[in-house]
């Protein structure tokens, strides 16, 4: 099961419990990396732009004022924003992740497109050996007859049968991929026989009002248990990028 486990340093873990201090800032040189189980999917947060003052600096321009640093009126005013849907100021705080994620996740993950820019490896250019996720026994969950979509929380009987023979089906279309490269056929045509559960790669900028969206779909109990697992990892980081914002949105309700 991929499941998000961010480490937070102390002074992270201080602002989660509210105190209206600004996050540390992040940068390229000291990223925060969550890696996914089967050691292969991660998602990183590169770089942040503003903080929690800037939400409350573009809402205080509306009556020409500016604050210099967070105080307890600021908090109040950034959960007034978020509850009462004010969500511009939101837009302007801005995150950039390196995520590395299957296909099948990113597919759903893309759908989030508003408040995004995004950049991905590509397979006309790239032949490097493609990676694969492999559900583990516990990832096999039973189809749920009751739901339109989804699955049971259990796996199915077969679940060790079935995961032995995902993998070889997975390593049989790596090695198909690599002969048609060998007989020349140009990469974008050799992806072809590619599985939807090769991993991929880019960069993704969007702002902290398009993350908590993202994370309020994608952490919902109707969301897929793999796309899930990321939207949990961005949303730890983006808490402790954006303590206040992030609380005061509280993306397990959803924004707009
Ligand atoms: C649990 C779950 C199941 C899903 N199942 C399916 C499925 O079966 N099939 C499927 O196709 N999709 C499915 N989706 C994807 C879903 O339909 C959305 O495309 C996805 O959630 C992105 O939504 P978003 O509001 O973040 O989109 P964004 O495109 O990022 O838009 C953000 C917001 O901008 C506004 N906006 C965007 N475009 C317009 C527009 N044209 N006009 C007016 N306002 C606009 C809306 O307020 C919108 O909510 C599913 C999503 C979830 C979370």
């Keep these: 099961m991929l499941r998000a486990t961010v480490t937070v340093d102390e002074k992270t873990a201080e602002a989660r419990r509210g105190a209206l201090k600004p996050a540390e800032p992040v940068s390229v040189a000291s990223p925060?990396?969550?890696t996914a189980p089967d050691g292969v999917g991660f998602v990183e947060l590169l770089d942040t732009f503003g903080d929690d003052?800037?939400?409350?600096?573009?809402?205080?321009?509306?009556?020409?004022?500016?604050?210099?640093e967070m105080c307890e009126r600021d908090g109040k005013l950034i959960k007034y924003l978020a509850d009462h849907h004010h969500v511009t100021p939101f837009f302007h705080p801005q995150a950039?992740?390196?995520?590395?994620?299957p296909i099948f996740v990113a597919r759903e993950w893309y759908r989030h497109q508003i408040g995004f820019a995004r950049n991905e490896v590509s397979r006309?250019?790239?032949?490097?050996?493609?990676?694969?996720?492999t559900p583990a026994n516990e990832d096999l969950r039973a189809r749920d007859p009751r739901a339109k979509q989804g699955s049971r929380p259990d796996p199915i009987a077969e679940a060790a049968w079935s995961q032995a023979r995902i993998e070889k089906f997975q390593r049989e279309a790596v090695a198909f991929y690599e002969?048609?490269?060998?007989?020349?056929?140009a990469p974008e045509i050799a992806r072809c026989v590619l599985p939807q559960s090769m991993y991929t790669e880019f960069i993704e900028t969007g702002s902290l009002a398009a993350y908590a969206r993202l994370c309020?779909?994608?952490?919902?109990?109707?969301a897929q248990r793999e796309i899930q697992a990321y939207a949990g990892a961005v949303s730890e980081l983006m808490e402790g990028a954006f303590p206040v914002s992030w609380q005061a949105?509280?993306?397990?309700?959803?924004?707009?």
Excluded: H, Q
């Design 53 to 68: 003052l800037t939400v409350v600096n573009a809402a205080r321009v509306s009556f020409a004022k500016e604050s210099a």
């Design 96 to 101: 950039r992740f390196r995520i590395k994620m």
């Design 179 to 185: 002969e048609l490269l060998g007989v020349g056929v």
């Design 32 to 34: 925060r990396r969550w």
């Design 124 to 133: 006309r250019y790239v032949d490097s050996r493609p990676e694969c996720w």
């Design 249 to 256: 949105l509280s993306p397990s309700k959803g924004s707009d």
């Design 216 to 222: 309020g779909l994608r952490l919902g109990p109707d």
